[in-house]
């Protein structure tokens, strides 16, 4: 293990993401939706300096949900 790093337990976190593509006159339009951390589990990453120096102040964002649209033209 590299010197200054944080064992952190095992963790697995499950994300969800839904697409939808569609043409709007010159556009192309791209709807989604997307979860992160669905089963809200707290979670460290074992390379991030945060969690040498801050721990346990500094996990990984809790569960997310993101909503938008991309437009190309």
């Known amino acids: 293990m590299p010197a200054n790093t944080r064992e952190t337990e095992a963790y697995t976190l499950w ?3 839904i697409t939808y593509g569609m043409k ?3 556009a192309r339009l791209t709807w989604y939706a997307r979860i992160d951390n669905l089963t809200n589990k707290l979670a460290y990453s074992p390379t991030s300096i945060l969690t ?3 721990y346990p ?3 990984l964002p ?3 949900l993101r909503i938008g649209v991309r437009a190309t033209f």
């Open 24 to 26: 709007a006159q010159r």
């Open 52 to 54: 040498t120096t801050v």
């Open 62 to 64: 809790g569960r997310t």
């Open 57 to 59: 102040n500094a996990p």
């Open 15 to 17: 994300n969800a993401a």
